[in-house]
């Protein structure tokens, strides 16, 4: 019985192991189907979404990312974009702190996987499978999938996408490259989107500048950017969120508990940025956006990730920015509403500074966006004068060359207002002025005669010439501006003046205004770089230093501007010239030095006057232009002006600007040689008086007898090149301004002195006693007398040879050898006669020492001396 029961024990039990046997086998069977069906419904799957996928090569952006304004040291100015902010970086620009934070904080195992996340996957099968939720469980490479291929759609199928593209893009890529394109892609809050948007619009620095605590923060912000950032509605709740990102990377061994706690004491009390609200040099990034439009075109701009390095100078621009707003505001009481400026290198033309408008965000009197320095045409009063009186010197005229400034009418070719009278400054006039004190304190008279002189015509070339657009010689121009354009008359843009002005700084060459340095695409390829030009020569070099001398002597514009203006800066040579309309509507400073040009204009947007009592060098434009030099040239030695070798010195008389005469005083001028005076000012004139009368001219008879006297007096003549109904009107000014005067040597007399009847005959030519060695005497003589002389005979030895009328004779005889008298007599119409002998030798010496010539000698100039 015991071995039967063994016996059915032992079968019941080999059954059992042959069922479960048989069932293990089942279920190793479904096992293998189910992970065969698995696997090739996954690739099934895996092709089904593949085959309408993006290309992964697509997740290296290079399009929307915003364009980089820099300044010329690489200070960021203005980032550039349609909606979002986005500045590709270099893996080597961002630094290891935020590379260690975000793989701690956001994928611990970053580095091991392939894309997906084992842990992950199943924690969104979980959520999906049984609480119905679309989980992420996102990798580092599939939050890029998303951010930069995919949408933000939670469904089932997009997360399928997205692990395709994932492990697609694993295989492409280095890890190093993906944690790169992640950190240019994840989003930060605002605008900000990649690392070097987030670290200025957080920090206003370069991410490559940010510390531990920042890279922490900037890490911790995109798993919920609106919640987390300082900017939103709970300012604090970064805090805690970054103790987090701090805590994960000390426990993951990336830094220390040290520099945890270091770290934590720095967040609780961090200073943020202020987000997008920063402009910097917003009318010059406007310039620079246009100019790159024109450039590259639209499709170009709009495609972004471009990086424009600019010529400005951040610095010198945000002082610039200060000094114009607060001299704007100081100057409210002349009703003086807005200003602009402008910073040149004239040796580049490169633009250091360009301030459009005292703030462009304000809105009280509205339009400040509007680029007063490259969009306003405005006109430039004086300023224009230095480009007249260039114009001069290029013609000849020197800083010697005096002119009359007095009242002085012009036709206008108006029938309403028939004829044009300029005014000066200060309504004085002031007579005789040497173009270099004319120029210097802005003699409205005198450079009107100057364009006069010259020419508008030329002065217009010359403008244009010098970079000055809008003042081409074109006929419309010529019609439109006149002899008022050296006082303003035409319209110019402040940064065009101040180029202009450049060539002055230069000695003669125009750079034309410069923008640009660099531009290169979002491969970093150069699409544009400046190189150094040698410039154009408008001008030879002797003239701009002229001008420069004297707009720099401030010994020179005292009398206008006295000696501490805002013209003189201390220490430093430094040429200036100021302008103000007529009507007050605009006011201009433009100064330089070799190496800066400044140029400053204050004024109303809607063109409204300021005050009348706004005085140039003293309020208006000058104080801004004032402080921004000083600014630009602190940290430069002093600049004099060349002096070109072909420039002479020499002592004038400060009066007449000729040589030295006695009486009046002297200082040094500076010409270009072959132009400097060759003697006395011509407005020194000896008048023969006669010796019975003294405030009388002598009559033909006395000046004929050499019985006279010569008296010096100042006597002004200026033709008029102008007038064309014959008139002089130059000369009317004159007269009517020497008439006023009371000095006595301004008034030479105009009466003869009225003698007896007589005949006057003086022989030149030969001179008694003489010997003449050829036998054809040349024989000169001038006759004087009170009526007409009726005729004239030669006689030798009594005998006449010759015959002729008038009062000047010039003849020539034959005359035997030997000892001879030579006489000219001289009959008027009354019958009254006089006669002059000279005894001479011909071919022979002279024997007989005794004179017996009636003649009398020519009296030798006295010296030329003022009463």
Known sequence: ??????????????????????????????????????????????????????????????????????????????????????????????????????????????????GLSRTGLIRAFVSTLFLGKIQGGSTLTQQLVKNVLLTNERSLPRKMKEAVLAIQIERKYSKDEILRM???????????????????????????????????????????????????????????????????????????????????????????????SGLRAPHFVAYVRELITQKFGEKTMDAGGLTVTTTLDWK???????????????????????????????????????????????????GFKFNVATQGLRQPGSALKPITYAAAFRKGYTASTVLLDVETKYPSGDPVKPEYNPKNYDS??????????????????????????????????????????????????MRRIGLSLTLGGGEVTLLELTGAYGVFATGGVLHEPVALLKVEDVKRKILFEQKPTAGKRVLPQEIPYLLSDILSDNEARKEVFGLKSYLYIPGRTVAVKTGTTDDKRDNWTVGYTPSIVVGTWVGNNDNSPMHPSLASGVTGAAPVWNRIIREAIKDKPDEPFERPSNIVELDIDNYGGGWPVDGSGTRKERFIKGTEPVGPAQIYQGIKVSKKDNNKLANPVEITRGEYDVKQFVVFSEKDPVSTDGKNRWQEGIDAWVAAQGDGKFHPPSEVYDGPEEIGVAIREPSDQSRVDTNDVKVRADIGSTNDISEWEI??????????????????????????????????????????DVRVGINQPYATPTPTSTSTPTPMPTPISIP
């Open 428 to 477: 004085k006039y002031r007579g005789p002025v040497q173009l270099r004190f004319a120029l210097a304190n802005s003699i409205n008279t005198i450079a009107v005669k100057v364009s006069a002189l010259v020419g508008i015509r030329d002065i217009l070339t010359l403008a244009n010439d010098m970079g000055i657009s809008s003042l081409a010689p074109s006929h419309d121009n």
């Open 316 to 366: 010198l621009q945000e002082k610039a920015q200060k000094i114009v707003a607060e001299e704007v505001t100081k100057a409210k009481s002349l009703k003086v509403g807005n200003g602009a400026a402008v910073v040149l290198d004239p040796a580049t033309g490169q633009i250091l500074a360009m301030v459009g408008s005292k703030d462009y965000t304000a809105s009280d009197s509205g």
């Open 182 to 276: 992640y950190l240019n892609e994840a989003p930060y809050g605002g605008t900000a989107v990649g690392v070097e948007a987030a670290a200025e619009y957080y920090f206003d620095k370069h991410v490559n500048d940010l510390g531990l605590a920042e890279s922490a923060v900037i890490a911790g912000l995109p798993q919920s950017p609106s919640h987390y950032s300082p900017f939103g509605k709970d300012p604090k709740a970064y805090v805690a969120r970054t103790q987090t990102v701090l805590r994960r990377m000390r426990e993951d061994g990336y830094i220390s508990a040290f520099a945890e706690a270091e770290a934590r004491r720095q967040i609780e009390t961090m200073i943020f940025a202020s987000g997008d």
């Open 1 to 114: 019985m015991y071995d039967l029961f063994l016996e059915r024990q032992s079968r019941r039990t080999l059954g059992t192991r042959r069922a479960r046997l048989h069932l293990w086998s089942t279920v190793a069977m479904g096992v293998f189907v189910v992970i065969l069906v698995g696997t090739l419904g996954t690739g099934l799957l895996f092709a089904w979404f593949a085959k309408d996928l993006p290309r992964p090569d697509k997740v290296q952006r290079h399009e929307g990312l915003s364009t980089v304004i820099l300044d010329r040291n690489g200070e960021k100015l203005y980032d550039v974009y349609q909606d979002v902010n986005r500045i590709a970086v270099n893996w080597e620009d961002i630094p290891q702190f935020l590379k260690d934070a975000t793989i701690a904080v956001e994928d611990k195992e970053f580095y091991k996987h392939k």
């Open 795 to 836: 006689q030798v030895d009594g005998t006449k040879v010759k015959e002729g009328s008038g009062i000047n004779i010039l003849e020539t005889i034959t005359v035997a050898n030997g000892i001879h008298t030579i006489s000219v007599k001289a009959t008027d119409n009354k019958g009254n006669s006089s006669q002059a």
